[in-house]
């Protein structure tokens, strides 16, 4: 299987594109589409609803959660890969919540340092994520994929994640991401290449970097 090189996917994330990131075989072993969230659009909102078909999710790091008193959905998570879902989110001047262009505003404002936590209803039909502080060093996710990715873009340090599904629902593997990569043009990489990006090319480990905003 022949994956793209992750200073490709940086690079488009930084121009608001959208990638496909897979994780390990022996994790999920399935595939997102990821991009940064202060470049979501509608449009990618729909793309991702259409052709990822999966739930569409914000992870964002702790701080921000905290900052916009996002608390955690549950407080003991049993889920397989203990994802840390928070309270489901709606912009507060939206619609009713569900529309591409009320889902984009509501991912938006996740990623607009002048939003509170009264930008936004609760509950709603955005669901942000928890970053582990280490990004993929610390935990090797989806969700903090998407967060790391942003952030070494030069981006604001959220992103937004969909699942991709084949069309008779089951979850798309390798092969199949790897044809709708190349069908729409987008960067296929992989968690653990990120990782050692981090590692290699840059120099970080879990401990040496803080949450910091972009």
Known sequence: MKFDKIEEAIEDIRLGKMVIVIDDEDRENEGDFV???DRITPEAINFMATVGRGLICAPITKERADELDLPLMVKEND???HTAFTVSIDAANGGTGIS????ALTISLLANKNSTADSFMRPGHIFPLIAKSGGVLERD???EAAVDMARIAGCYPAGVICEIMSA??????APELSKIAEEHGLKFV????LIKYRKEALGESADNLGETHA
């Open 190 to 193: 992989t968690i653990k290449d």
């Open 141 to 143: 996710g989806h969700t």
């Open 168 to 173: 008779d629902g089951t979850m798309a593997k």
């Open 79 to 81: 889920s397989v890969h």
């Open 35 to 37: 991009m940064a969230a």
């Open 100 to 103: 591409c262009q009320d889902r």
